[in-house]
């Protein structure tokens, strides 16, 4: 049967330690320049709505590493734009490719695109969700850091699609997720709820970035105003003044705490320049390993099943 990615809570703990250790194993023979044709003939569709540059292009790079080929297409210049239905859109596409990545607004449409496809449907970011982008994260907390046992884990910002992500890795990994989010700009509630009843005490939500921060292995965030919400801009920037990273916040982390950011960022808003450019700071990593996980999880879902 065909396995999806609509969220991370699509996959078990035990998945979740495989796709990542599967991704490590696959960065190692990539480093060692030994190729991995596994997806040789296949196609995967990127279907998207919104701009990207890294998750474009790190799942394009990642078919043809795996000797497969990918097919852009920006849903303003297919038959959806002409109100085409989803169903049908689903449907036809199974019929030519063997895997499929959707970028969009309302995370229903990809659910429908899911529930309607033949063929595996990965969340390439949704209004709700970026699994992709928290799955490769926790890869490079785990490169950096070893064991995610009992690491203290913050996020400071907007509890936004990227939050919801981490929130849910709480729900399937043993680490501590302590969010500091303005008033009006916390996660879900149900999402947060239903994460929290499987984390148990492990996710923490207040309105103080100091707390958050107290003590942290890894400090996160991203920008206040997501992709969708820019007529918001102007409100954000006040509501999120005092929930900048900057060299003040992260001296009340654990000396070596590595500060991520999914980018784009906006340097000087949800970030300064010199924490950005700062000793702590993981952010390229975390963009490279878009590459490798997403190559463990296109090899695992588009694969070879007997292999
Ligand atoms: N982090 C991320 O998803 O970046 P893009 O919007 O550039 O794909
Ligand atoms: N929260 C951001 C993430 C971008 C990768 C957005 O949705 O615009």
């Known amino acids: ?71 852009f297409l920006s849903s303003s210049e297919t038959q959806l734009s002409r109100d085409e239905s989803l169903q049908d859109t689903a449907r036809v596409l199974s019929r030519y490719i063997d895997g499929l990545a959707v970028r969009t607004y309302h995370d229903a449409n990809l ?4 529930s309607h496809a033949e ?34 884990v913050a996020w400071v910002g907007d509890g936004n699609n990227v939050a919801h992500s981490w929130v849910n890795a709480a729900a399937r990994l ?23 009843k499987l984390a148990e005490d492990r996710i923490r939500l207040s309105h103080d970035p100091v707390e958050a921060v107290r003590d942290a292995d890894v400090i996160n965030t991203d920008v206040w105003t997501s992709m969708g919400q820019d007529r918001e801009r102007q409100e954000r ?19 070596d705490v590595i500060v991520m950011h999914c ?23 975390q963009a490279e390993n878009r590459l490798h996980l997403q190559r463990a999880l296109l090899d695992w879902l588009l694969g070879d099943p007997a292999r």
């Open 119 to 152: 063929i595996p449907v990965i969340n390439a970011l949704t209004d709700l969700y970026h699994p992709c982008q928290v799955l490769s994260d926790i890869l490079t907390v785990k490169e950096k850091k070893g064991d995610l046992d009992s690491l203290q």
């Open 237 to 255: 920037l006040a509501a999120f003044r005092d929930y900048q990273i900057n060299e003040t916040l992260i001296r009340k982390a654990k000396s």
């Open 1 to 71: 049967m065909k396995r999806d990615l609509l969220t991370i809570l699509d996959f078990s703990s035990e998945e979740i330690k495989a796709l990542l250790n599967r991704a490590i194993i696959l960065k190692e023979q990539w480093r060692s320049g030994e190729s991995q044709l596994s997806l040789a003939g296949k196609t995967l569709g990127l279907l998207f709505d919104k701009p990207s540059t890294r998750t474009r292009v790190s799942f394009e790079v990642a078919m043809y590493q795996l000797g497969g080929q990918v097919l």
């Open 174 to 196: 043993p680490f501590q997720l302590s969010l500091a989010c303005p008033p009006g700009y916390e996660p879900e509630t149900e999402i947060l709820q239903k994460a929290q």
């Open 263 to 285: 980018l784009p960022a906006h340097r000087g808003e949800e970030i300064s320049d010199e924490v950005m450019d700062g000793p702590h700071s993981v952010v390229y990593d």
């Open 111 to 114: 659910q429908e695109l899911a």
